[in-house]
């Protein structure tokens, strides 16, 4: 009974379309990794004249609807997928990056204060030190960008990733201010290679694939976050901590920030030996030699830079931007907020709950990467960053509040329930500001790589780039300038209101930018070839 009822259906659905169904018959199977040639066939004849003729059935329709979207996805599996090499490239480049800029903010005060500066201007000079790398970036992201599309992916990442070894032993051995600030100049004019990183996964990936390969960015660089400060801060002044051990070396007691440098550059020669390594020959995903980087290289520099008239690239890099500065924001106000004193409307937390609440609540900054590919596969990459900005503005509105939670469960008399809830609430809503954040991170990228063709990828990720450096240069200086302001307008307490206000009207802002960004060519990677 079963064979009768196959041959009856064969003989329907032949009497419907003869020639389609014999085509069908004599078409081998859909291989494992398709080319786009099936899908663009399947789209064509979808959209044909005959395709809506009454006398094909509604089961017909369904069919090939089901071949085009399978034939999409195992397209999208050949053209997003990067090897294990690449994986191992994106990573160890954005952790030593992160590792890098991130390492000496905790003996910072104490290496500029070591350099005879007054305590009164140890604000002003360990600010210029922290900012110099910005700035820095800022200037040099859109030359080594352009450097890279001229001479090759390879010799620029390697020639940046050696020169930022260079310049942190430079930093470590510093004993004036001024070399210190030189050889972090240095450092910030190497880190124009993210932007490169940037072009790289936008060249090899594509649909959700681009997703989870930025996604790798974020995991890299939450790891960086993590480990880099507690490395700086432990490892700082090793002859003065820990005498039984280094007080007899001295090059350490001469140069006391030198080891934290030394993990530091040991964190960037694996990085530049899994660069060497991934990007030689045609393996390891290296898009170096991609049609886009190849289309690049013939173009001018005026096609290349063409999408700085066009509106949807300027505003995808200003949303991505104007997230930067948010984020520098978050990590100036809230440690702020938890060290203020309860009677001046802080939350009044001690140095070492500090610490280990910002360390419990970075678990957020892993808690985004499961939610990136499903978001943008359902809701849209452009949409889920919209949102993610959205939901920013309610969580930052209840951070502040939870200051008088403090001082309700430190008053007299008051219940014990408040001061047991107080640190799981903190703990969640710095979690959710964490996940929130590198999600916006995550598709902020995407957003910025689908908005140019390919040829134009290494240029838009360095304008990019560039102004995020120059957000998180100028985030400090009007952070600092809106507490200021905040606490001689409210001296009493309440200012921490207004400076979280501030940063939910600007997250609310990039969220309304991210939605007039309109949509892009998303560019299609191809097929890696040989590195240059």
Aim: hydrophobic fraction near 50%.
């Amino acid at each position: 009974r079963l064979n009768l009822r196959a041959v009856w259906a064969l003989v329907a659905l032949s009497a419907l379309d003869g020639s389609r169904f014999a085509q069908s018959l004599a078409a081998p199977s859909i291989p494992r990794r398709p080319s786009l040639r099936p899908l663009v066939a399947l789209r064509m004849s979808s959209a044909s004249p005959d395709a809506g003729d009454g006398d094909q059935s509604d089961q017909t329709r369904r069919t090939l609807e089901r071949k085009r979207r399978h034939v999409s996805r195992e397209a999208e599996e050949e053209l997003g997928g990067l090897t294990g090499q690449a994986r191992s490239f994106i990573f160890a480049v954005q952790f030593s990056e992160a590792v890098q800029s991130m390492m000496l903010f905790p003996f910072l005060p104490f290496m500029v204060e070591g350099f005879g500066i007054p305590r009164t201007e140890l604000g002003a000079y360990t600010g210029l030190l922290s900012s110099s790398y910005c700035f820095a970036s800022f200037v040099a992201t859109p030359v080594i960008s352009w450097l890279s599309d001229t001479v090759g992916v390879r010799p620029t990442m390697l020639f940046t990733i050696a020169v930022g070894i260079v310049a942190t032993i430079l930093f470590g051995t510093a004993t004036t201010f001024q070399a210190a600030l030189i050889a972090r100049i240095i450092a910030g004019t190497m880190n124009g290679n993210i932007s490169i990183l940037k072009a790289f996964i936008a060249r090899t990936t594509a649909g959700t694939r681009r997703v989870k390969a930025f996604g790798i960015l974020t995991l890299a660089f939450g790891c960086g976050a993590v480990i880099a400060p507690a490395t700086g801060g432990l490892l700082a002044r090793p002859a003065t901590l820990y005498p039984s051990v280094f007080g007899e070396m001295a090059i350490l007691r001469n140069a006391p920030y030198l080891l934290p440098c030394l993990a530091c550059v040991m964190v960037q020669s694996a990085a530049l030996l899994t660069t060497f390594l991934a990007l030689r020959g045609s393996g390891g995903g290296a898009a170096a030699a991609a049609p886009g980087a190849a289309a690049a290289k013939s173009v001018g520099l005026r096609e290349r830079i063409g999408f700085l008239k066009q509106r949807g690239p300027l505003l995808a890099c200003l949303a991505y931007a104007m997230d930067c500065f948010v984020n520098v924001l978050y990590d100036l106000a809230v440690p702020l907020l938890l060290k203020t004193p309860v009677s001046e409307g802080g939350i009044g937390l001690s140095m070492r709950q500090i610490g280990f609440l910002m360390s419990a609540a970075s678990i957020g900054l892993f808690g985004s990467i499961p939610l990136q590919a499903p978001l943008s596969r359902r809701v849209g990459s452009q949409r889920s960053l919209a949102w993610a900005n959205f939901l920013l503005l309610p969580v930052f509105c209840a951070l502040p509040c939870l200051s008088l939670v403090r001082a309700w469960g430190e008053a007299p008399g008051a219940p014990a329930v408040l001061r047991a809830v107080m640190f799981p609430i903190l703990f969640l809503v710095l979690a959710a500001i964490n996940c929130f954040g590198t999600l916006g991170f995550t598709l902020g990228n995407v957003l910025v790589n689908n908005s140019v063709p390919p040829q134009q990828l290494a240029m838009v990720n360095g304008v990019s780039q560039s102004l995020s450096a120059l957000a998180r240069g100028f985030a400090p200086l009007v952070g600092g300038l809106v507490v200021t302001i905040s606490s001689q307008v409210l001296p009493g307490g309440g200012g921490q209101f207004v400076v979280f206000a501030f940063m939910g009207l600007m997250t609310f802002l990039t969220g309304w930018v991210v939605k007039a960004v309109p949509p892009g060519p998303d560019s299609q990677p191809v097929t890696p070839a040989k590195a240059t």
